[in-house]
């Protein structure tokens, strides 16, 4: 089965665009969505109001590039992330992906983490130049092997994988090339590497992603200039939609996936877009990273306008979590209060949709570990585990905790 991971994160730089259709038309109903659901004053251990469907698959999501290190091992080619993380400058305190997590060699270690939540299921991604160094010609057997292993583990201890195809690792050799995304060659390239990864996969992996959030690579890569490949006035000369492109693309998926972190406020309008965007307060409270407002209600609205708009009958939640500035205090406990707080509402908004009847399947929290957070680098926290980059020694937070209640109860606690 293919689905589609698409945002509805606010962009990390520049305005929003019509892109944020999901969070737009979301925010578009946000009061309604203050309406507390009634709460008897007898309330038993686990109200029924509080729990989620049977079956509901609880889980967790990283990225290749952001976490698993090894970058030149085994065969993997360059990618454009390598390639902005080296230039100086590209990045927070000149932080690489070379090392990351380590999640390569460590992957069973990471394995156990999940299972030790309770994690149902993973999002993990395939890095394309792992498996076709060049990007397209021969394949690297090693690269695939490592996902083969990966998948192996989790099968074996009883965890569903969700693969994505493309979170933004493309073949630097591609970009050189062709142009990367700018040419129809990388599109039919990938195809061949998706074609690839499914036929060797396909039998233990029931889930594939292709695209993670085509948005942010585009337009933060391709227009912002503030991610890889760097680019700012990209465009002149891509190819136009055919009619032809158009009926592929319109091809119908099994399942959609949505990274929903934090709401854009709107109010309609008599111009033919139909709305403007309201500049959120001041003081209106955010995580830590600058670009996410706190508005838990995005989990309820996103979803509902997913079904209702396109009408689609499998829902994800592919990502959803935030960044903190985690430390270990003193006993060595990580307590990450504002995390939990985050779960507790952004989870009790999914809740109300689920019990509504929109058909939200499962639910992945980013991020498992602590990792490289693109142009951030390390310095923005993610993971329900948290990670000491310089002895690769893994801790769950507090938020593990909980999370792991969630999952035990199926139910918000
Ligand atoms: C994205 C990516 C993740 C991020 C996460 C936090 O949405 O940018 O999918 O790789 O790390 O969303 O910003």
Known sequence: MAGQSVSSKIAKAGSPSRRDVIKLAGAGALLPATAASAQ??????????????????????????????????DGRGESI??????????????????????????????????????????????AWPRVFPQGTGNPNPKGLDFYNRLVDELLANGIEPFATLYHWDLPQALQDSV??????????????????????????????????????????????????????????????????????????????????????????????????????????PRMASSWQLFGPEALYWAPRHLQKIWNVKEIYISENGCGAADEPAADGIVYDTDRIMFLRSY???????TAEGVPVRG??????????????????????VHVDYASQKRTPKLSAAYYSEVIRRNALP
């Open 179 to 284: 142009g990367g995304w700018e040419s129809r060659d990388t599109a039919k390239a990938f195809a061949d590497y998706a074609g690839y990864v499914a036929e060797k996969l396909s039998d233990r992996v029931r889930k594939f992603f292709t695209t993670n959030e085509l948005s942010a690579f585009v337009e933060l890569g391709h227009r912002d200039g503030i991610f890889a490949p760097f680019l700012s006035s990209a465009g002149a000369g891509v190819p136009k939609f055919t009619d032809e492109d158009l009926r592929a693309i319109a091809s119908p998926l099994d399942f959609v996936g949505i990274n929903v972190y934090t709401p854009v406020y709107v109010r309609a309008i008599g111009a033919p877009s139909g709305y403007e965007v309201v500049p959120p307060a001041k003081s209106h």
């Open 347 to 353: 989870l009790a908004s999914l809740q109300r949709a």
């Open 81 to 126: 992330w390598d390639r902005f993380a080296h230039a100086p400058g590209k990045i927070r305190n000149g932080d690489t992906g070379d090392v990351a997590d380590d999640h390569y060699h460590r992957y069973r270690e990471d394995v156990q983490l999940m299972k030790a939540l309770g994690a149902r299921t993973y999002r993990f991604s395939t």
């Open 363 to 384: 639910y992945f929290l980013w991020s498992l570990l602590d990792n490289f957070e693109w142009a951030d680098g390390y310095g923005t926290r993610f993971g329900l």
């Open 40 to 73: 008897t004053a007898d309330v038993p251990a686990v109200s029924a109001s509080r729990s989620f469907p049977p079956g509901f698959l609880w889980g967790a999501a990283t990225a290749s590039y952001q976490i698993e290190g090894a970058w030149q091992e």
